[in-house]
């Protein structure tokens, strides 16, 4: 029986402390953008947050079930991610949100038509998208 060779690579489990080092480092990043958000006209929190909860899913269930019991948002980012559930007050924000920022960039910015109408027309998949979810769940939804 030979020894272990070391100079082999070592499996992709070896690296999961670093990654979720790297997924929580994420979340806490996207929790503060989507706190910040909370504050700044235009900024969204939601967004932020579900995809903090991603990035704690793999890192820090804690931090996770802390986003999805804020009184707020927790209710929102639950829905999204366990049902991809968008209700039609959480869309009209968003939409708002995407071409009031679009608006308010181009009038700062002084960006001409056509920049205008490419960035338009760039977020209308992301518009879309969020239109075509559903509002209410397949099934009803168990307490968090």
């Known amino acids: 029986m030979q020894p272990p060779d070391d100079t ?7 690296n999961t402390g670093m990654r979720a080092a790297l997924l929580r480092v994420v979340g806490v990043t996207l929790f503060g953008l989507g706190f910040v ?3 700044v006209p235009l900024l ?3 967004i932020f947050w579900i995809l903090a909860v991603w990035a704690f899913a793999g ?8 986003i ?21 007050r959480g869309k009209c924000y968003a939409i708002v949100g995407i071409y009031g ?5 181009t009038w700062i910015l002084g960006l001409s038509t056509p920049w205008v109408l490419g960035l ?12 075509t979810r559903p509002e ?8 968090h």
Do not use: C
Not at 8 to 14: D, E, G, N, S, Y
Not at 138 to 143: S, V
């Open 37 to 39: 958000g909370m504050f």
């Open 44 to 46: 969204p929190t939601t």
């Open 8 to 14: 082999q690579p070592q499996p992709a489990a070896a």
């Open 120 to 131: 338009g027309l760039g977020l209308l998949p992301l518009a879309i998208y969020l239109v």
């Open 59 to 66: 890192s820090s269930p804690v931090w996770r079930e802390r």
């Open 136 to 143: 209410t769940p397949a099934k009803p939804l168990p307490p």
């Open 68 to 88: 999805l019991n804020h009184p707020n948002f927790g209710p929102a980012v639950g829905e999204f991610v366990d049902h991809q559930v968008l209700r039609r």
């Open 101 to 105: 920022g679009l608006g308010l960039s």
